[in-house]
């Protein structure tokens, strides 16, 4: 099914956050129906490096590929601010559609640009940004693939001009509206009073961010589309492999660790050895 169908249905669509095939394949195996391929995630795991805008548009590229080659969901990419201009962001719609991106988020934010949780951020104009949006609905080969448009303006110019800016970016063409870092509940609810049932609504859920982390029942009741969870995974895998190398360099053994990883045999059994080595005999002589 296409992401722009699993938007129309009754529920709304949770896209765990993703940053390589591996963990892609993880979530595809545990019953997730789209993706969401965090410009956070690969800066953390590629760079060990904050999201600051570090991240090249090339890179983002080559893992949106590797990611297609393992894994059919529907994939939402994030795009940061397209890695320039309109022209620039023509580019990266092609280059990652091609790639097998389904829905790339474009973002308001100047270069470089900074994680939306973060604080510091800067805007370009609202006539340059819509100017973007455009761009990119018209460099898509489908119009399958979504254009999602991002504002973080709430932390640089308030609420109600994040409402405004969204409200031209909706009239610019922009399939999804994301309203970056709502600092409370309120905000949340007027996001939806003013865009329900107008255009396909996404929040972001931070652990530790400026949003207070919400479910996906509760932000389907208050009329969300889609959610993301983007650096959820990031945290959970710091945390482990924090705990994970400790314990081996404190006691010279994995025993302890047992129960919380998987032994060799069954992280093949998650990646398909045994099926792919007999699809390679199938070639032989």
């Known amino acids: ?77 994030d795009a940061d601010n397209g890695f320039g201009n309109a022209l620039n962001v023509q580019r990266t719609v092609r280059v990652f559609e091609r790639a097998g991106a389904n829905a790339l988020q474009l973002e308001d934010q100047t270069m470089p640009k900074r994680c939306g949780h973060l604080d510091g951020k800067m805007l370009i104009s609202t006539t340059e940004m819509a100017g973007k949006v455009r761009a990119a609905a018209d460099a898509r080969a489908s119009g399958d693939t979504l254009i999602i448009a991002r504002t973080d303006a709430i932390a640089v110019e308030g609420f109600d001009a994040a409402l405004e800016r969204a409200e031209l970016y909706v009239e610019a063409g922009a399939d999804v509206l994301f309203i970056e870092a709502p600092q409370d509940r309120a905000q949340l609810e007027a996001i939806a009073k003013t865009f329900k049932g107008r255009i396909p609504l996404m929040a972001n859920m931070v ?14 009741a ?64």
Do not use: W
């Open 207 to 220: 652990e530790g961010g400026k949003t207070p982390i919400h479910g996906t029942d509760d932000l389907q």
């Open 1 to 77: 099914m296409t992401l722009k169908a699993l938007l129309k249905g009754p529920d709304i669509l949770l896209a765990p956050g993703i940053f390589d095939a591996l963990t892609g394949l993880i979530a595809e195996q545990s019953g997730a129906r789209a993706l969401y391929l965090s410009g956070a995630g690969i800066a953390y795991t590629r760079f060990g490096r904050p999201d600051i805008g570090l991240v090249s548009m090339s890179e983002v590229a080559d893992t949106i590929a590797l990611i297609r080659d393992r894994v059919c969901l529907p994939l939402i990419v």
């Open 222 to 285: 208050l009329g969300f589309s889609l959610v993301i969870f983007p650096g959820g995974v990031v945290r959970a895998l710091a945390k482990t492999a924090g705990d994970y190398y400790r314990g081996l360099i404190t006691t010279g053994s994995n025993d302890g660790f047992k129960d919380r990883m998987y032994d060799f045999a069954g992280l093949n059994d998650v990646i398909g050895t045994e099926d792919m080595l007999k699809q390679g005999k199938t070639y032989g002589d």
